[in-house]
């Protein structure tokens, strides 16, 4: 039976599987080769000189980016992870100090701020747009914050100038993680740089990629040269470059190749093409979503613009008539099995909300005695369940994500999302009464006892 949903063994709606992504063409595999031929890999020297700053393919793909967005510096990397200890390491967190950061993002955009002993502390995510919210930003702030690491989670844009209010009003600085959101703008403001650094991610699943790889970008000079000195051993020349002396900065090789570099350039010249598409799909999406009660896609307000890393749906199990990780589930069966993360019909929850995490609930990050949560031990640092209702319930109910919505799918495709999708919903109840739904998620016990110091 065609209608009758395949989770009860009906016939799926769909026997082939998605196209895979393909993001390798002729003028990547010329590039490639054209630095083969020239036998340099990488120019970089960890050494006062010429060669600190990279090699020809490096500079070129910084350029490139810098004036295609109109960013005063840009200074690639070897992945965003990278990048993100790097700003952390150039806006001077200090071991002790607090960083406002998002609990809904991948786990670097906070444990980077752990390598350099500073404390993550998680506000709530805006149920909208999924990005931190103001309010619970304010809220957090104490005489020991001294940044917030904004996260542009899925594509979209967090609300920058009221965030930039806040920053100015306690004298905060701001990065920017916006490894989701490559190439678009907040009223009229590319983002990356709103804030006073930020960046991309250049890894094999972001919109454009060179395997690994990363972007900083700043308007600031200081925090530019800083972050040059943290990619490339910088303590070796603190003292020569640019004049400046700065002997407490702490180098690493975070370098980014030649080849990578000439990937790079290929790969940023397509990615205004990339995300036109995604748009495209998403509006579609958008238009058929909305004749679903029970599913609320967000389309940003004016001014915010959305680059789609992944299509967010939420859902109201209620509406539904059926849990939110049965119609996943349901749907899911509605298609061959998927061959990779970038070609799975829907996804539930997308991560756990960072505080969760062991590192988090132990509250040791490096070494064993619980360093740097106990740099303030006067502070007893809560990451508890229930500090972020609202990420929580995105997580465990509400929240889900397609990555059906890129390059080379089609409407043709989305239209199989959203028959699978109508066909399981017309069928909720009689899925539901076959299905008991273990939604029980284990939780993770913390093995260290609170002691008697300031909750907070
Ligand atoms: C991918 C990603 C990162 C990490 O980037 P890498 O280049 O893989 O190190 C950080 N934050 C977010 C939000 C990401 O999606």
């Known amino acids: 039976m065609k209608n009758y949903p395949a989770i009860l063994g009906g ?38 000189g010429n060669s600190f700053l990279g ?4 500079i070129e793909f910084e350029n490139f980016w810098k004036k295609k967005y109109g960013f005063k510096h840009a200074i690639s990397v070897n992945s965003w992870t990278s990048g993100l200890m790097i700003t952390v390491g150039a806006i001077g967190i200090e071991p002790g100090d607090e960083v406002i950061c998002s609990p809904y993002s991948m786990s670097a955009s906070a444990t980077s701020v752990l390598f350099y002993g500073g404390i993550p502390i998680f506000a709530d995510v805006d149920p909208n747009t999924y990005n931190l919210d103001p309010i619970s930003i304010e809220k957090l702030i104490t005489k020991n914050t001294k940044a917030i690491l904004v996260v542009h989670i899925f594509g979209g844009t967090a609300d920058m100038n009221k965030i930039m209010l806040i920053a100015d009003k306690y004298n905060l600085k701001v990065i920017e993680d916006a490894a989701q959101s490559p190439g678009i703008s907040y009223k009229n403001k590319p ?56 002997p407490n900065i702490i180098g690493g090789n975070y370098r980014l190749t030649e080849i990578q570099a000439a990937i790079g350039i290929e790969q940023l010249k397509k990615l205004d093409n990339i995300l036109n598409n995604r748009i495209n799909l998403a509006n579609y999406l958008h238009t058929k979503l909305s004749n679903f009660d029970c599913l609320e896609s967000y389309i940003p307000e004016e001014g915010f613009e959305h680059a789609y ?41 997308y991560v756990k909300p960072l505080y969760l995490n062991p590192i988090y609930q132990e ?16 502070i007893n640092y809560n990451y508890s369940k229930g500090i972020c209702p609202v990420v929580e319930k995105l997580y465990s109910e509400q929240m889900i994500i397609t990555p059906l919505i890129r390059d080379p799918l089609t409407e043709d495709d989305l239209k199989d999302l959203i028959s699978a999708i109508s066909k399981v919903l017309k069928y909720s109840k009689e899925i539901s009464n076959n299905f008991i739904d273990d939604q029980n998620e284990t939780i993770y016990t913390p093995v260290k006892v609170a002691s008697e110091k300031n909750v907070r």
């Open 11 to 48: 016939q799926k709606t769909r026997n082939t599987s998605f196209l895979a992504r393909k993001t390798m063409f002729k003028e990547e595999i010329k590039a490639v080769t054209d630095v083969m031929h020239t036998d340099n890999l990488s120019s970089f020297l960890g050494a006062p």
């Open 55 to 58: 090699g020809e393919k490096v």
């Open 191 to 246: 983002i990356g740089a709103i804030g006073h650094i930020g960046g991309f991610s250049l890894n094999y699943h972001k919109h454009i990629h060179c395997g690994e790889g990363g972007m900083i970008v700043t308007n600031d000079d200081d925090l530019a040269l800083k972050s040059q000195l943290i990619r490339n051993h910088g303590e070796n020349c603190a003292e020569v470059l640019d004049k400046k002396y700065l």
């Open 309 to 349: 890393y992944v299509f967010p749906i939420k859902f109201n199990s209620e509406l539904a008539g059926m849990s939110r990780n049965l119609f996943v589930k349901s749907v899911n069966e509605e298609f061959v099995d998927a061959t990779g993360w970038e070609s799975t019909p829907l996804a539930e929850g």
């Open 363 to 378: 509250q040791i990050a490096i070494g064993s005695k619980g360093y740097p949560f106990n740099v303030n031990n006067d």
